[in-house]
Every structure is written in structure tokens, then in C-alpha cells.
């Protein structure tokens, strides 16, 4: 799995133009249900995550961690499912423009002693929300995890060229389709790149790439981590693997150049 830039200068691009995050905002984190966030933080850390500075703008256990690309919120409230936050603000008007593009807004949280914030899905059903502010704060460092270099947010989609005219109304960059190493597209943005895969997957994945990934797998193994046994039909099991996370998360590994 060939890393993918945000770029939009290379050949498979189809507009020459840069990502516009004047929709969207600037990218905060996937934020995930977590029932027992102690235990998914040690998981994370295990692998080499450092944890992020929280605030208080959460009223349940809610932590974060990052291998310095990506921002994973563990929840212990308040999620249901995986979705894609991003921090814009001013957004009791923002959400007007949002409607103006077609977005139909699923909840709305905009009172005067609460964090702002709202949510939609795209059309594949992956959730989406808005905040008016960050709710934590970076480390000061960072490094790639066990796990080799994070390189998106894969998202199961029927229809990929309805799902990437979708998230380029909203400032991404879509990339023309490729069969290898995986059937899917690239939606990329400055802050996060986003793969609508046309596969069989029950739940979005976090994916990762290193070409010495097969060491990876079995140091995995041995550790006694959790690995989905059934892969999805079309993925290669020589080539890919699936870690569960203790709050069900599947983190995807592949080949790729570091």
C-alpha cells in the first residue's frame, strides 16, 4: 500500500488544486467508542502511542492517543460508532452552509453552556462531526508506531465514485481508482486521507503500511494481540492483516514503502 499524499499534483489526481478545509475544518481525530478506555489506552501504548493532553470539555472518560499522524479518541461515552471529527469554528452559522450543500444534518448541539458541535454521515453511513474547539492537546513528540506508518482512514463504500463526488463537495481531493494493492479511491485532505474501499468490510479500518510488515504481523502474534482470522473477500492474506483493538477497532496492515 503505496503511501498516499495529500498532494494533489500527481498523475492519479483529477483536478490540479489543493484541499480546501474551509468546509470541514481543520482535522481533530477518529473518534471511536471505547467501554473501557483504561484498557484500549494501554493497548494503544503497547504499540508505541503516546497519550495526549485532554481537557474537561468531555463529561466521561476520554483519552487520546497518536503515533504523530494519527489522532485516535477513545470515548467512554457519547459514540456509538467510528467518526471523523474535525474542530470549525463559528459553527451556529456554519451550519447553514453546510445545509446549503446538501448535508442533512442528524444532531445539532449548539446551546450557550455546551461545546458546539454537530454531526451528519456520508453516503456510505460514516459519521461525521463538527466541534467548535479542540478538546486536547498535542504532544510535544511523537513517532511512528509498531504498527508501521498510518496511512488512512478506510471507509467499505458500494459506489465509489458517488462517495468521492460526496467528499469533494466538502474540500477533499479525490484520487482516481486503483485495483492494487486494494480496490478503492483516495479522498485527501491537508490533515487526514480518507480510502473509499470497495470491499467487504463490516466496520471502517484504520490502515497501515511497511514493507517489513510480515515481521510486524508475527511480533504481533506473539504478543498474543488479537488478529481477525476471516479476511474480507478481494484482501490478500499474504500480503494483509487485521488487528482488533480491545474497543473493536480494526487497524488494517499492508505492504507499503516507508
Same mark, same amino acid.
Given at each position: 500500500m503505496p503511501h498516499?499524499?495529500?498532494?494533489p499534483?500527481?498523475?492519479r489526481s483529477r483536478w490540479a /488544486?489543493?484541499?480546501? @478545509?474551509?468546509?470541514?475544518?481543520?482535522?481533530?481525530?477518529?473518534?471511536?467508542?471505547?467501554?473501557?478506555?483504561?484498557?484500549?489506552?494501554?493497548?494503544? %501504548?503497547?504499540?508505541?502511542?503516546?497519550q495526549a493532553v485532554t481537557g474537561d470539555a468531555r463529561a466521561y472518560p476520554y483519552a487520546v492517543v497518536t503515533?504523530?499522524?494519527?489522532?485516535?479518541?477513545?470515548?467512554?461515552a457519547g459514540f456509538e460508532a467510528a467518526t471523523l471529527t474535525w474542530v470549525h469554528p463559528g459553527l451556529s452559522t456554519h451550519a447553514a452552509r453546510l445545509e446549503a450543500l446538501g448535508i442533512e444534518l442528524e444532531s445539532t448541539r449548539l446551546g450557550e453552556d455546551t461545546l458546539h458541535e454537530?454531526?451528519?454521515?456520508? *453516503?456510505?453511513?460514516?459519521r461525521v462531526a463538527l466541534l467548535e474547539a479542540r478538546t486536547f492537546s498535542p504532544p510535544p513528540q511523537a513517532a511512528a508506531s509498531r504498527l508501521g506508518y498510518f496511512e488512512e482512514f478506510g471507509i467499505? *463504500? *458500494?459506489?465509489?465514485?458517488?462517495?468521492? =463526488?460526496?467528499? %469533494?463537495?466538502?474540500?477533499?481531493?479525490?484520487?482516481?481508482?486503483?485495483?492494487r494493492p486494494l480496490p478503492r479511491a483516495v479522498a485527501a485532505s491537508r490533515d487526514l486521507n480518507i480510502g473509499?474501499? @470497495?470491499?467487504?468490510? /463490516?466496520?471502517?479500518?484504520?490502515?497501515?503500511?511497511?514493507?517489513?510488515?510480515? @515481521?510486524?504481523?508475527a511480533e504481533l502474534?506473539?504478543?498474543?494481540?488479537?488478529?481477525?482470522?476471516?479476511?474480507?473477500?478481494?484482501?490478500?492474506? =499474504? %500480503?494483509?492483516?487485521?488487528?482488533?483493538?480491545?474497543?473493536?477497532?480494526?487497524?488494517?496492515?499492508?505492504?507499503?514503502?516507508e
Amino acid at each position: 500500500m503505496p503511501h498516499c499524499s495529500p498532494s494533489p499534483d500527481g498523475a492519479r489526481s483529477r483536478w490540479a /488544486r489543493q484541499p480546501d @478545509d474551509t468546509v470541514l475544518g481543520r482535522f481533530l481525530e477518529v473518534s471511536v467508542p471505547a467501554p473501557d478506555v483504561p484498557a484500549s489506552l494501554a493497548f494503544y %501504548e503497547s504499540l508505541g502511542f503516546v497519550q495526549a493532553v485532554t481537557g474537561d470539555a468531555r463529561a466521561y472518560p476520554y483519552a487520546v492517543v497518536t503515533d504523530g499522524r494519527l489522532y485516535l479518541g477513545l470515548h467512554g461515552a457519547g459514540f456509538e460508532a467510528a467518526t471523523l471529527t474535525w474542530v470549525h469554528p463559528g459553527l451556529s452559522t456554519h451550519a447553514a452552509r453546510l445545509e446549503a450543500l446538501g448535508i442533512e444534518l442528524e444532531s445539532t448541539r449548539l446551546g450557550e453552556d455546551t461545546l458546539h458541535e454537530l454531526a451528519f454521515a456520508d *453516503t456510505s453511513g460514516q459519521r461525521v462531526a463538527l466541534l467548535e474547539a479542540r478538546t486536547f492537546s498535542p504532544p510535544p513528540q511523537a513517532a511512528a508506531s509498531r504498527l508501521g506508518y498510518f496511512e488512512e482512514f478506510g471507509i467499505p *463504500t *458500494t459506489d465509489l465514485a458517488t462517495a468521492a =463526488r460526496w467528499w %469533494e463537495a466538502l474540500g477533499l481531493v479525490a484520487f482516481e481508482p486503483v485495483r492494487r494493492p486494494l480496490p478503492r479511491a483516495v479522498a485527501a485532505s491537508r490533515d487526514l486521507n480518507i480510502g473509499l474501499y @470497495d470491499l467487504d468490510l /463490516r466496520r471502517p479500518v484504520l490502515a497501515f503500511s511497511s514493507p517489513a510488515m510480515p @515481521d510486524r504481523v508475527a511480533e504481533l502474534r506473539e504478543r498474543g494481540c488479537r488478529l481477525v482470522e476471516r479476511l474480507p473477500r478481494g484482501m490478500n492474506p =499474504r %500480503e494483509f492483516a487485521l488487528l482488533e483493538a480491545p474497543e473493536g477497532t480494526w487497524l488494517l496492515l499492508g505492504p507499503g514503502e516507508e
